[in-house]
């Protein structure tokens, strides 16, 4: 299964402004937060190799990206991102790398996302931002929100290995950190 609505040609591309130069070698925090499944995950205590791709939002059952959603640079995209990493779900297990979206949209959303996607992965809450805090992470403001700026984490064993930031085109992002993940097998 694969997403169907291909992003516009037209959207503006973000640029690497070092937002996220301080997080490759950093610990990850001892911030839990609220999963789809029910449970709360504290990403510090992950084992072994986790993939954690921040986004800003999954836009609701009907809903289309308003224009202004579409001028920020690498705000659009999130459901065809997180469907990319549903696509390649069984790749990313054969290399025992788990899944993780961070978004700050509250769970009951997330929950909603997850199912309509079938999402084979958790989906973590950073509605308080605590996370956003505790690591710096960049963020924009949009209407009433603090969205996270698309970003992905590559944790070992608790430890920020890679960052990739910005992410562009998010759609086949995926397919670019499992790209990284195959050249550093061990």
């Known amino acids: 299964m694969s997403h169907t609505t ?18 490759p070698g ?10 789809t499944t029910g449970e709360r995950v504290c990403l510090a205590d992950l084992p072994g190799r986790n993939v954690v791709f921040c986004y800003p939002r999954t836009a609701g059952p009907g809903e289309t990206a308003p224009d202004d959603w579409n ?3 690498g705000a659009r ?9 549903r696509d390649l779900h069984d790749e990313f297990n054969a290399l025992g790398v788990g899944i993780y979206g961070v978004s700050s949209q509250p769970s009951d959303q997330q929950a909603e ?6 999402l084979p992965y958790p989906l973590l809450s950073d509605h308080e931002l605590e996370l956003v805090h505790a690591m710096s992470l960049p963020t924009f403001q949009w209407r009433d ?25 998010p759609d086949t992002h995926p397919d670019a950190v499992l790209t990284w993940l195959r050249k550093r097998r061990d």
Do not use: W
């Open 145 to 169: 929100m603090t969205c996270i700026r698309r970003l992905t984490l590559v944790l070992r064993d608790g430890v920020v290995e890679h960052v990739f930031y910005p992410v562009f085109p």
């Open 26 to 35: 950093t610990t990850v925090p001892n911030v839990t937060l609220l999963a």
């Open 113 to 118: 996302a997850k199912e309509r996607l079938r």
């Open 6 to 23: 291909p992003l516009p040609a037209d959207l503006p591309v973000p640029q690497d402004d070092g937002a996220t130069d301080h997080l």
């Open 77 to 85: 995209g999130c459901t065809p991102e997180s469907c990319a990493f």
């Open 71 to 73: 001028a920020i640079p």
